[in-house]
């Protein structure tokens, strides 16, 4: 009897102490309008791609467009031309072997690429002029493994936006520029200089 | 203690009584003094973590109800304790999917920028720093990460001479850390993805010290990070904000690859280093990578039989 009594009160006390130290400020909710609030989309993190927007150009200014022809209808460069002159004065050509402007620029309609054969390449299929030359590298790109993907492995659920060769590589120089990188992580405190992860304990 | 007389029917004799009833009494006293001894650790362990967490079920046993009430217990403490308002869910595994990672070290010219979007996205706390990803500084013709540099501080990269290795959760398809849990916190998803119930981990860290890629990391304060810093798309197994001295690791940000979204490290990499998607499907780019590409995982004699893979292609 005494047993059963002390076991009822031992339990009784155990709930009280549970009921009491549960009464604890994180179960109740918190004033909305105190708190800040972030949008989830795009919010987080940049993914701009690395050349980003193009740099105008200088004739822009006076009412000229990115059409080339408006110059070209009347200049004819020769088809070797160098050092560059007038508006492609800032044009550093460092392609490789790839020294001549008419191997990518059509000779005639300068609006658009030129192909193997001379027939014209538009203007918005930059990857196509690249494939001449890079055949493996276009055909990682195509199936999506060379540049940069954004938005959703899976389509079903949304899209997927895929970086043309433009928006890394710099054409008439299109080997990567070196980057400046975020700072290295902290060292750990225990770790006397050497090696020892991020993690740093207090 | 003596068996109970003449306790059957009727009144009791008074002495009995009287003796029975200091019994209990002085018993009752100590049984409390006692239980307020017990649960001194369990009050002061209530400044830092709330007695509802403490006494949390494993995260596989909970119901959905439970689950769903704890949702709102953390969605709360994080408005309480870090002013943020932010949307905890529970983001189960896709059917017929598992995930794969795979980084070309040709491509990567250690920027961390990867590091920098893995802070961000998965509120990992400022101070102590803490970071799933360690981009490690190799000498070129070399393998052997002994020689890495965790801590290079170059004005611009790639260094000459140098290339990058980032090494994150290899999320293995036998992983040594879930085994030696003690409790069981940690285990591997049907979609590949090892995850931690954080408030299941008692933080003794035994998985980081089985994980041969120093892929874990303790979690020494409470996390301070500013609430205009804090994403508040959380996961229960992911990003949320992680209470004080448990174990965290790379999630392939689940919160976000279960919704069909690429892991924030791969969405920032400028040179387009990383590749991920689902192993399972034939046409996804990581099987065109495994089909195609001579690819390499970190520490084969291990056993641990890594999904991430690197190669090496210009």
């Given at each position: 009897?005494?047993?059963?009594?002390?076991?009822?009160?031992?339990?009784?006390?155990?709930?009280?102490?549970?009921?009491?130290?549960?009464?604890?400020?994180?179960?109740?909710?918190?004033?909305?309008?105190?708190?800040?609030?972030?949008?989830?989309?795009?919010?987080?993190?940049?993914?701009?791609?690395?050349?980003?927007?193009?740099?105008?150009?200088?004739?822009?200014?006076?009412?000229?467009?990115?059409?080339?022809?408006?110059?070209?209808?009347?200049?004819?460069?020769?088809?070797?031309?160098?050092?560059?002159?007038?508006?492609?004065?800032?044009?550093?050509?460092?392609?490789?072997?790839?020294?001549?402007?008419?191997?990518?620029?059509?000779?005639?309609?300068?609006?658009?690429?030129?192909?193997?054969?001379?027939?014209?390449?538009?203007?918005?299929?930059?990857?196509?002029?690249?494939?001449?030359?890079?055949?493996?590298?276009?055909?990682?790109?195509?199936?999506?493994?060379?540049?940069?993907?954004?938005?959703?492995?899976?389509?079903?659920?949304?899209?997927?936006?895929?970086?043309?060769?433009?928006?890394?590589?710099?054409?008439?120089?299109?080997?990567?520029?070196?980057?400046?990188?975020?700072?290295?992580?902290?060292?750990?405190?225990?770790?006397?200089?050497?090696?020892?992860?991020?993690?740093?304990?207090? | 203690?003596?068996?109970?007389?003449?306790?059957?029917?009727?009144?009791?004799?008074?002495t009995l009584q009287r003796r029975s009833f200091l019994k209990a009494g002085v018993g009752t006293m100590a049984a409390l003094a006692s239980l307020a001894g017990i649960s001194?650790?369990?009050?002061?362990?209530?400044?830092?973590?709330?007695?509802?967490?403490?006494?949390?079920?494993?995260?596989?046993?909970?119901?959905?109800?439970?689950?769903?009430?704890?949702?709102?217990?953390?969605?709360?403490?994080?408005?309480?304790?870090?002013?943020?308002?932010?949307?905890?869910?529970?983001?189960?595994?896709?059917?017929?999917?598992?995930?794969?990672?795979?980084?070309?070290?040709?491509?990567?010219?250690?920027?961390?920028?990867?590091?920098?979007?893995?802070?961000?996205?998965?509120?990992?706390?400022?101070?102590?720093?803490?970071?799933?990803?360690?981009?490690?500084?190799?000498?070129?013709?070399?393998?052997?990460?002994?020689?890495?540099?965790?801590?290079?501080?170059?004005?611009?990269?790639?260094?000459?001479?140098?290339?990058?290795?980032?090494?994150?959760?290899?999320?293995?398809?036998?992983?040594?850390?879930?085994?030696?849990?003690?409790?069981?916190?940690?285990?591997?998803?049907?979609?590949?993805?090892?995850?931690?119930?954080?408030?299941?981990?008692?933080?003794?860290?035994?998985?980081?010290?089985?994980?041969?890629?120093?892929?874990?990391?303790?979690?020494?304060?409470?996390?301070?990070?500013?609430?205009?810093?804090?994403?508040?798309?959380?996961?229960?197994?992911?990003?949320?904000?992680?209470?004080?001295?448990?174990?965290?690791?790379?999630?392939?940000?689940?919160?976000?690859?279960?919704?069909?979204?690429?892991?924030?490290?791969?969405?920032?990499?400028?040179?387009?280093?990383?590749?991920?998607?689902?192993?399972?499907?034939?046409?996804?780019?990581?099987?065109?990578?495994?089909?195609?590409?001579?690819?390499?995982?970190?520490?084969?004699?291990?056993?641990?039989?890594?999904?991430?893979?690197?190669?090496?292609?210009?």
């Open positions: 009897m005494i047993e059963s009594r002390l076991s009822q009160l031992l339990t009784l006390g155990l709930g009280i102490s549970i009921v009491l130290s549960s009464c604890s400020p994180y179960a109740e909710p918190v004033d909305a309008a105190s708190l800040y609030v972030r949008e989830v989309e795009g919010a987080v993190f940049d993914t701009t791609p690395i050349r980003g927007e193009f740099v105008p150009l200088h004739y822009k200014k006076a009412g000229f467009t990115y059409r080339c022809t408006e110059c070209h209808f009347s200049i004819q460069p020769p088809p070797r031309q160098n050092p560059l002159q007038s508006e492609h004065a800032n044009i550093t050509l460092d392609h490789g072997l790839n020294t001549n402007c008419l191997s990518c620029h059509h000779p005639r309609n300068r609006d658009v690429y030129v192909d193997h054969d001379g027939n014209e390449i538009p203007a918005d299929q930059p990857a196509r002029l690249c494939s001449k030359c890079h055949g493996p590298t276009y055909r990682d790109w195509e199936a999506g493994i060379h540049g940069r993907q954004n938005g959703h492995w899976d389509t079903s659920k949304g899209g997927r936006s895929k970086l043309f060769c433009v928006q890394c590589h710099d054409p008439h120089s299109p080997k990567f520029k070196t980057m400046t990188p975020l700072p290295p992580p902290k060292r750990s405190r225990f770790s006397n200089g050497r090696d020892s992860g991020p993690d740093s304990a207090p | 203690m003596n068996a109970p007389r003449g306790t059957q029917g009727g009144a009791l004799d008074p001194a650790p369990l009050r002061s362990v209530n400044s830092g973590v709330s007695l509802d967490a403490f006494l949390q079920q494993h995260y596989k046993r909970l119901t959905p109800d439970l689950l769903d009430q704890i949702l709102r217990r953390i969605e709360n403490e994080v408005a309480r304790d870090y002013g943020a308002k932010v949307t905890v869910r529970d983001i189960r595994p896709m059917d017929g999917v598992e995930f794969g990672y795979a980084l070309n070290l040709s491509r990567c010219n250690g920027n961390r920028k990867c590091v920098e979007a893995c802070v961000q996205e998965n509120n990992q706390t400022r101070d102590p720093q803490m970071q799933y990803i360690r981009v490690l500084e190799m000498p070129a013709g070399s393998l052997d990460v002994e020689k890495s540099d965790l801590y290079y501080d170059h004005e611009q990269v790639p260094a000459k001479g140098k290339y990058y290795l980032p090494v994150q959760c290899q999320q293995c398809q036998n992983p040594p850390c879930t085994k030696v849990c003690p409790v069981e916190a940690t285990w591997t998803e049907p979609d590949g993805i090892t995850v931690i119930d954080y408030n299941w981990c008692i933080g003794c860290r035994y998985c980081m010290a089985a994980c041969p890629y120093e892929a874990r990391r303790f979690n020494w304060k409470q996390a301070e990070i500013p609430p205009e810093e804090i994403n508040p798309n959380m996961g229960y197994l992911s990003n949320r904000i992680r209470p004080m001295g448990v174990v965290e690791k790379c999630t392939y940000c689940l919160h976000r690859t279960r919704e069909g979204q690429y892991p924030a490290c791969m969405e920032v990499c400028p040179t387009g280093a990383r590749v991920f998607g689902n192993m399972l499907d034939p046409d996804s780019e990581i099987n065109y990578i495994l089909k195609n590409k001579r690819v390499y995982i970190l520490k084969e004699d291990a056993g641990t039989a890594p999904r991430f893979f690197y190669y090496f292609d210009v």
